[in-house]
């Protein structure tokens, strides 16, 4: 921008070419106000750092907080275990206990049974066998000390340099009986895996018999029904005829049942795992089967996922309570199965021995064949009563069945709903918490802005008094230019007027004498004044050197102010709150001029 462009409300060329640039940069910059200072930036930084400081103490203490609860739920966790394992500990030495005393009173009649040495045979075997166990752990003992004795006083003998020995000689001596050691250690323990293995394989086998002879039911007509006799044979053939739709209806059962858990079925028991993974898994879930807490499921959950497991742990434990279930209703219904069966026989065992009883007694009685069909038919619907029993037991066995999964079903939708609406709760939680944040930053917002406005408004008006104030002091600062060109103009023309009267004056008084040697060798003033000649008075000598224009000792000593504070050091009660409070309510002489206060007033904003 040209200098000649610009059209100034005020005349530059009386300042010169420095003024004008300096006022057009301020011109073209803008006038800042020299009431604010500039803004500190290291303040604001170290503020912010104060910040940031304390918000990631609060983070810490947050962060504490959770380590705190989850250091909590997993001590609860732990306590709860602790407790199952009790309970667990506690039923398992109750069963041992019934095994043994089951064992013994089973046991005690087949030994009376043998011959009468048996009993003191199987005392001499246990004795044979703690003798044996005691004399290899004796022998153990005895050889784990001697080698420890033997390689203290070898490391002794060769940390002391003075003695020589022959180390060789000493390490043979040393190895000889660790290794002796060492395979009686090994026999013992092949010996201990191999029993072991032979246990575990009996075991297995005798699960095995188990499994095979768990309620097996041979179908068709039991073999027991050809040896029975029936003088009617329509009463023979119809419950013949039971026996074969009571098969039909269960094997219905049992194949309703294979269809529904055929994906279960149709996989291995191991589903997919190791042999070993799947027996811990097992061990696990038979350790919390007695337990009928509600938070059963969590236990064994965080036990299994400790054994470090495969990843599909849920999976597997879904199919096995599958397994598991279809297990129990086929023995169910297997037992029901044997149960009926067993029933059936026995009560056809009973018609035919009560036909054969009431046909005997109606030959001996010359009874006729009406009397005969009559009481065949009572047997029949007997037997059809009885089939109308077993029958309605079977439905509401049925119905019984579908009422308890109904209510697991319902029980886990519950649990579900719960869940669901625990979720939802926190969502909702979450989303007022966020809705109070954005109003909180929506009304920080309107107060910024409304204090921006102001701020700005501010600065207009203040931009507005001073350019008002920067006219009048050009028209101040023209005017005091004026009267000093004035003054100077004055100053010059009393100098010249001066210079006159001194001329007149030095004319007037212009020394016209003639050459004096005498006052040439006369004393003069200063020597007159350093002897003492014509000295004056010492009244002038008493006044100050110095004009004083501060307070004097007896103004200072008069203060009031100044003598309380004095008593009040001597007394000891200068620094008390008695002595600030006297201090305080102490009236001054003279009031302070109202002139010397302070008219500054700060801004609220």
């Given at each position: 921008m040209d200098k000649a462009s610009l059209k100034l409300p005020f005349d530059l060329n009386s300042r010169g070419d420095k003024f004008a640039e300096k006022l057009v940069q301020r011109y073209l910059q803008g006038a800042t106000a020299k009431c604010y200072d500039n803004v500190d930036y290291q303040h604001l930084k170290s503020i912010t750092a104060q910040k940031k400081q304390s918000s990631s103490s609060q983070l810490t203490c947050i962060r504490k907080i959770h380590e705190t609860s989850r250091h909590c739920k997993k001590q609860a966790l732990l306590l709860q275990h602790a407790f199952h394992w009790k309970q667990y500990y506690c039923q398992q030495l109750q069963k041992a206990m019934q095994l043994e005393e089951s064992l013994d009173t089973e046991t005690a009649p087949l030994i009376k049974s043998f011959s009468p040495s048996f009993g003191d045979e199987l005392d001499d075997e246990k004795d044979l066998l703690l003798s044996e166990f005691w004399q290899f752990k004796k022998v153990i003992i005895s050889s784990m000390c001697s080698s420890r004795v033997e390689v203290f006083n070898y490391w002794k003998m060769k940390n002391h340099s003075e003695q020589h020995v022959d180390s060789f000689m000493l390490e043979q001596n040393i190895k000889r009986p660790l290794d002796k050691f060492r395979s009686m250690y090994t026999e013992a323990l092949q010996s201990v895996n191999a029993e072991q293995s032979q246990l575990e394989n009996e075991l297995c086998a005798v699960q095995e018999l188990f499994r095979k002879s768990d309620k097996h039911v041979e179908e068709g007509i039991p073999p027991e029904m050809s040896f029975l006799d029936c003088p009617d044979a329509w009463l023979k053939s119809s419950v013949l005829h039971e026996f074969q739709e009571l098969d039909i209806m269960y094997s219905n059962h049992l194949r309703e049942v294979d269809d529904k858990y055929h994906d279960v079925i149709r996989n291995d028991e191991c589903d997919g795992w190791s042999r070993e993974n799947h027996e811990k898994f097992l061990t696990?879930?038979?350790?919390?089967?007695?337990?009928?807490?509600?938070?059963?499921?969590?236990?064994?959950?965080?036990?299994?996922?400790?054994?470090?497991?495969?990843?599909?742990?849920?999976?597997?434990?879904?199919?096995?309570?599958?397994?598991?279930?279809?297990?129990?209703?086929?023995?169910?219904?297997?037992?029901?199965?044997?149960?009926?069966?067993?029933?059936?026989?026995?009560?056809?065992?009973?018609?035919?021995?009560?036909?054969?009883?009431?046909?005997?007694?109606?030959?001996?009685?010359?009874?006729?064949?009406?009397?005969?069909?009559?009481?065949?038919?009572?047997?029949?619907?007997?037997?059809?009563?009885?089939?109308?029993?077993?029958?309605?037991?079977?439905?509401?066995?049925?119905?019984?069945?579908?009422?308890?999964?109904?209510?697991?079903?319902?029980?886990?939708?519950?649990?579900e709903e719960t869940r669901k609406h625990l979720l939802a709760a926190q969502k909702e939680k979450v989303q007022v918490f966020r809705g109070k944040k954005s109003e909180e930053k929506k009304r920080m917002k309107e107060a910024y802005d409304t204090e921006l406005a102001s701020l700005q408004d501010y600065l207009s008006k203040q931009a507005e008094i001073d350019r008002e104030r920067v006219i009048y002091r050009e028209l101040m600062q023209k005017e005091k230019e004026k009267?000093?060109?004035?003054?100077?103009?004055?100053?010059?023309?009393?100098?010249?007027?001066?210079?006159?009267?001194?001329?007149?004056?030095?004319?007037?008084?212009?020394?016209?004498?003639?050459?004096?040697?005498?006052?040439?060798?006369?004393?003069?003033?200063?020597?007159?004044?350093?002897?003492?000649?014509?000295?004056?008075?010492?009244?002038?000598?008493?006044?100050?050197?110095?004009t004083l224009y501060s307070y004097t000792a007896k103004q200072v000593s008069a203060d009031p102010r100044l003598r309380l504070e004095e008593r009040l050091r001597e007394v000891g009660l200068l620094n008390s709150a008695y002595g600030r409070q006297a201090m305080l309510q102490l009236q001054l002489l003279r009031k302070p001029r109202p002139d010397m206060k302070s008219t500054f007033k700060f801004s609220e904003s």
């Open positions: 696990v879930m038979d350790m919390f089967s007695f337990n009928g807490n509600s938070n059963k499921r969590n236990l064994y959950m965080d036990l299994l996922r400790q054994l470090q497991l495969p990843s599909n742990l849920e999976e597997h434990e879904k199919r096995w309570l599958a397994r598991k279930q279809c297990q129990q209703l086929r023995k169910a219904i297997t037992t029901d199965w044997y149960r009926s069966k067993k029933a059936l026989l026995l009560k056809a065992q009973a018609v035919f021995t009560e036909a054969c009883t009431s046909h005997k007694e109606n030959t001996k009685a010359c009874l006729g064949k009406e009397l005969q069909q009559m009481k065949c038919n009572q047997l029949y619907e007997k037997v059809a009563l009885w089939r109308e029993q077993q029958l309605e037991t079977l439905h509401l066995e049925k119905e019984l069945e579908d009422f308890a999964k109904g209510e697991a079903d319902e029980h886990r939708r519950q649990e009267h000093k060109k004035q003054m100077i103009e004055n100053k010059a023309l009393e100098e010249l007027a001066k210079e006159r009267r001194l001329d007149s004056i030095r004319k007037q008084v212009q020394v016209q004498t003639e050459a004096d040697s005498l006052r040439v060798q006369s004393a003069t003033a200063a020597s007159e004044a350093r002897r003492g000649v014509g000295a004056l008075d010492e009244e002038p000598i008493q006044k100050p050197l110095f």
